[in-house]
T-cell receptor
Framework: AQTVTQSQPEMSVQEAETVTLSCTYD???????LFWYKQPPSRQMILVIR??????QNATENRFSVNFQKAAKSFSLKISDSQLGDAAMYFC?????????????FGQGTILTVHP | DTEVTQTPKHLVMGMTNKKSLKCEQH?????MYWYKQKAKKPPELMFV???????INESVPSRFSPECPNSSLLNLHLHALQPEDSALYLC??????????????FGPGTRLTVL
């Protein structure tokens, strides 16, 4: 079974600084996807970034980027120029490919606090 | 319309009540999901519908009954719930594309309290 591990229950960062959230996963599949989701205290889960396992290039979305190390099964999220609105619970998630829907396996989450 | 909507936002019910949660999306997504989420925990998958057919039931108790009347609508019927069923119930949808799995898109959730 696939597992996703987020080893940092809580992280904090100063506004305008950079923070990196860690995620490791375990799978024997070659076709899969990885995601970072953000859930602010208002609770709606938002998709932040997506990575396909086949793609060597790390995904980026504005201030959010990932460091995808396939051999190490590591998928960290870097948030640059942190803003107060980045404060949220962040979930790393894995989905196997090859189906008409995607079943997500979530990590336990990391609570990010942003200090002004 | 690029969002998933859920109603109601909050629901309080007794253990003998029957109620329903509703989820709607008009993005043409053909997979829809129900999750249960406890505070500061990841969502737990309950059901997956793919092309209006139940594809996954994660051994959910029968007091939760899903229904997918059409490709845009997903319901969760609740009956004889227990206090431990109190949680945030999230709905999500995902598109089926030739470009691979794009991820799930979540609604704002229904906060359920069972007294």
């Amino acid at each position: 079974a696939q597992t996703v591990t987020q080893s940092q229950p809580e992280m904090s960062v100063q506004e305008a600084e950079t923070v990196t959230l860690s995620c490791t996963y375990d799978t024997s599949e070659s076709d899969y996807y990885l995601f970072w989701y953000k859930q602010p205290p208002s609770r709606q889960m938002i998709l932040v970034i997506r990575q396909e396992a086949y793609k060597q290039q790390n995904a980026t979305e504005n201030r959010f980027s990932v460091n995808f190390q396939k051999a190490a099964k590591s998928f960290s999220l870097k948030i640059s120029d942190s803003q107060l609105g980045d404060a949220a619970m962040y979930f790393c998630a894995y989905s196997m490919g090859g189906t008409s829907y995607g079943k997500l396996t979530f990590g336990q989450g990391t609570i990010l606090t942003v200090h002004p | 319309d690029t969002e998933v909507t859920q109603t109601p936002k909050h629901l309080v019910m007794g253990m003998t009540n029957k109620k329903s949660l509703k989820c709607e999306q008009h993005m043409g997504h053909r997979a829809m999901y129900w999750y249960k989420q406890k505070a500061k925990k990841p969502p737990e998958l309950m059901f997956v519908y793919s092309y209006e057919k139940l594809s996954i039931n994660e051994s959910v108790p029968s007091r939760f009954s899903p229904e997918c009347p059409n490709s845009s609508l997903l319901n969760l019927h609740l009956h004889a719930l227990q206090p431990e069923d109190s949680a945030l119930y999230l709905c999500a949808s995902s598109p089926h594309t030739s470009g691979g799995f794009l991820g799930q898109f979540f609604g704002p959730g229904t906060r359920l309290t069972v007294l």
